[in-house]
């Protein structure tokens, strides 16, 4: 079983940063990817970035690539979230989630068995 708890979010002006962590209890092998999606009022959720075990694999969506880091400190079970230049368009509930199984594509919601419960992230203009 594994829990995920994000922590990091909070209220900031356009181009502020914010880290995001992500702690997952009963961290093993059996996780390959580590992921962060996002979800704004009336859109659908989306991904922002993931991490692979090993850092092997890393990817971002378009519209932050550049602005945001994911990294991964397997020893503190932990993903983090690097989001500088934050912009408007950036406010979301943000969401860590966790997979088992290797796969062709990262994106996909149903992809992933395990989910924090968001912490939500506003920017102002």
């Known amino acids: 079983q594994v829990q995920l708890v994000e922590s990091g979010g909070g209220s900031v002006q356009a181009g502020g940063s914010l880290r995001l962590s992500c702690a997952a209890s009963?961290?093993?092998?059996?996780?390959?990817?580590l992921a962060w999606f996002r979800q704004a009022p009336g859109k659908e959720r989306e991904g922002v970035a993931t991490?692979?075990?090993?850092?092997?694999?890393?990817y971002y969506d378009n519209s932050v690539k550049g602005r945001f880091t994911i990294s991964r400190d397997s020893a503190k079970n932990t993903v983090y979230l690097q989001m500088n230049s934050l912009k408007p368009e950036d406010t979301a509930m943000y969401y860590c989630?966790?997979?088992?199984?290797?796969?062709?594509?990262?994106?996909?919601?149903?992809?992933?068995?395990?989910w924090g419960q968001g912490t939500q992230v506003t920017v102002s203009s």
């Open positions: 989630a966790a997979r088992t199984q290797y796969a062709d594509v990262w994106t996909n919601v149903g992809l992933y068995n395990y």
């Open positions: 009963g961290y093993s092998d059996n996780i390959k990817h």
């Open positions: 991490i692979s075990k090993g850092t092997v694999f890393v």
